[in-house]
């Protein structure tokens, strides 16, 4: 079984998507009261309801990110 080799720069993109999403399911109540958009989910929704989006976007953003730093996922790669 040959083992493909995963390119480093999509492994990069993948990790350090992962790890931003996890900052910002750390600091979410910051981001709720402190940015335009966080005001707005809380306006639009509510704390709570907000709060549950917020996360969920930020853990979907982890999945994709953890993806595709282990390959599942690839990005587009054009011809040279």
């Not at 350090?16 to 402190?34: F, K």
């Not at 907000?50 to 390959?71: N, Q, R």
């Amino acid at each position: 079984m040959m083992i493909a080799k995963i390119p480093t720069d999509q492994i990069l993109m993948g990790v350090t998507t992962a790890l931003l999403c996890v900052c910002g399911i750390w600091n979410y109540r910051w981001l709720l009261v402190n940015t335009r958009k966080g005001e707005w989910l809380v306006n639009r929704f509510g704390q709570q309801k907000a709060m549950w989006l917020l996360c969920s976007l930020f853990l979907v953003g982890v999945l994709f990110g953890l993806l595709l730093a282990i390959d599942i996922i690839r990005p587009i790669q054009w011809k040279e």
